[in-house]
């Protein structure tokens, strides 16, 4: 357990080996003034909550832009009216139209990995949350990486994989996501190649950067036979997916949840909440640089 102080703010590490619970901070006053104390806080924990946080949709996207150039989703059809950086997840539907993604991801993904440039930040902040249900899941993929034995450490190095968002696939859509892009959407969305084991661009820590969930869209690892890839990576998801690596956040209303996509995945819990349990939730992420 590490407290850290900060000039505004302090952060308390709720989750074992990363996720701090950030207080003392109003993010809709004090964001400028934090900023500083909040990126340093977001390299060492990789995961910051915030609750009791009251912010417009322009108040949010300010909060994103520091984080760097703000990625709108690849699904048009979600963005915020205003500000279509923001993309809006939500069961609701509003004269006959979903008002956001009603699921986003339930199952182990990093954001945008399937690009060649994939996410630095996620942001999501809590508008409504129901009683029960819709929580998110993390796991701490550098740590997952250091328990790794050394042999296996070794035999990762080096080792790319093949990442497409064509083989995504979701329970409403079982042709896949792909299916619901535009020609335009698709043409942004090619084949790319990521390292399996990435170093990170700011604290220079290595991580695991291959995803089980679906929506992670990995086919195989390059220049591998698909029998001996499969078993590395099925090997590799079981050993991430230990529940030593994990830490499950349970949503109130004003929170406000930023995450690491270059350490850590996740797992939304959307796909098993029953319709009448509403769950609103604004989302930024911003592009990070190319995976080494
Ligand atoms: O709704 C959630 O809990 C997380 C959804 C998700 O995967 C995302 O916003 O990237
Ligand atoms: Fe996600």
Redesign the pocket.
């Known amino acids: 357990m590490s407290t850290t102080e900060l000039t505004h703010l302090t952060a308390n590490r709720i989750g074992g080996s990363f996720v701090a619970d950030v207080s003392g901070v109003d993010l809709s006053r004090d964001m400028n003034d934090a900023w500083e104390a909040i990126h340093t806080a977001y390299l060492e924990h990789k995961i910051l909550t915030f609750h009791g946080q009251s912010l417009t949709a322009k108040q949010f996207h300010d909060f994103g832009e520091k984080f760097g150039s703000i990625e709108p989703h690849t699904v048009v059809m979600y963005h915020h009216e205003e500000f279509p950086g923001i993309t809006v997840?939500s069961n609701r539907v509003e004269m006959g139209r979903p008002k956001g993604i009603r699921d986003?991801?339930s199952h182990w993904?990093s954001?945008y990995s399937y690009k060649a440039v994939p996410a630095n930040v996620?942001i999501?902040f809590a508008l409504e949350v129901p009683e029960q249900g819709?929580d998110?899941r993390f796991i701490d993929l550098s740590a997952a990486y250091h328990a790794l034995p050394e042999e296996t450490k070794q035999r990762l190095e080096g080792l790319t994989a093949l990442h497409h968002y064509r083989c995504t696939k979701d329970r409403e859509h079982p042709e896949g996501r792909w299916r619901l892009l535009s020609e335009t959407e698709r043409e942004a969305t090619p084949e790319v190649v990521h390292p399996v084991v990435r170093i990170h661009p700011e604290t220079g820590e290595k991580s695991i950067f291959v995803f089980p969930g679906i929506t992670s869209g990995i086919q195989h690892i390059i220049g591998m036979e698909a029998a001996e890839s499969d078993a590395l990576l099925n090997g590799l998801y079981k050993h991430c997916t230990d529940k030593r690596f994990e830490f499950t956040y349970k949503w109130r209303a004003g929170d406000l949840v930023l995450w690491d996509n270059r350490c850590t995945m996740?797992h939304?819990s959307?796909d098993v909440l029953p319709a009448d349990h509403y769950r609103t939730?604004y989302?930024i992420n911003t592009k990070g640089t190319k995976p080494v």
């Open positions: 997840l986003a991801g993904h954001d996620t999501l819709g998110t996740h939304a959307t939730l989302r």
